[in-house]
């Protein structure tokens, strides 16, 4: 029987060379501390982001990289300046997109308090986020891809999702169908670097923007959705 640390190393083995030498570190270091056994395999390829499948005593977990290269972390650093939790943040490359995985693991964490239907965030290093896996044998499909058999009761639990952040004093800030997984007919959020705390002087133009793109989505799937009306329940 080999070691335990060689097994690890074999798995992640697949891998290597694939990230910069800082994310590599910080995979190690992540296997050491027990989050992962090793990676399996890329899932999808955002902006900012890769998100992988990885393993951890034979169950699924999700590790996000935040890319340390081909990011704007100009815009990155706009966005999150505004959020008072980051007000003394500089406009440096590395500390940017640090703060900003960083932010997605709290607010995934500050959401799931809420009892908020959000992947659990196990930990962060910098620019590496592990948090629980949504979906079964595979992912679970994002909502865009997914029509709800039943449109109307789907639009309400986001809906409620919704009011459960803004009462816990969060706004999403880029809520749509790539965002909202279709867990067995459940809303799921994810994606949440971009979420910010009600004190943010541009929350009231993400709340209604997110409202928008959510009664857009349900009203060509058949549901009546206002937003006026939307935006009142969530507030209310
Ligand atoms: N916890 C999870 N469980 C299952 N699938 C996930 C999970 N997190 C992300 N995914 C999948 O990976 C995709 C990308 O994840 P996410 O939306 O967080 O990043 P992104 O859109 O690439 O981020 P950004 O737009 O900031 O670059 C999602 O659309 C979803 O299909
Ligand atoms: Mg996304």
Request: charge should be positive.
């Given at each position: ?110 959401a799931r308090e809420a009892f908020v239907r ?46 459960k ?72």
């Open positions: 029987m080999p070691r335990m640390g060689t097994v690890q190393k074999e798995k992640y083995k697949t891998h290597h060379n694939v990230f910069d030498d800082f994310t590599d570190r910080n995979l190690y270091k992540l296997m050491n501390q027990g989050f992962i056994d090793g990676l399996q395999g890329p899932l999808s390829t955002g902006k900012e982001g890769n998100v992988f499948i990885a393993k951890k005593d034979g169950e699924k977990r999700i590790v996000k990289i935040y890319r340390l290269q081909t990011c704007d972390y100009n815009k990155m650093f706009t966005h999150i300046r505004t959020d008072m939790r980051y007000a003394t943040l500089k406009n440096q490359r590395r500390d940017v997109i640090f703060a900003w995985a960083h932010r997605e693991f709290r607010n995934l964490l500050k959000v992947p659990t965030p196990y930990t962060i290093l910098f620019n590496v986020l592990i948090m629980e896996f949504i979906g079964d044998e595979s992912a679970a499909p994002m909502l865009k891809d997914a029509k709800p058999d039943n449109p109307k009761t789907f639009f309400d639990e986001v809906i409620l999702q919704m009011k952040m803004y009462k816990a004093g969060l706004v999403h800030g880029d809520l749509s169908g790539f965002n909202i997984l279709n867990q067995d007919e459940k809303p799921v959020f994810i994606d949440m670097s971009q979420t910010t705390t009600l004190e943010n002087p541009n929350a009231k133009e993400f709340l209604e923007r997110d409202v928008h793109n959510i009664c857009k989505l349900f009203t060509k799937w058949g549901v009546k959705a206002d937003e006026a009306t939307t935006l009142k329940k969530i507030k209310g």
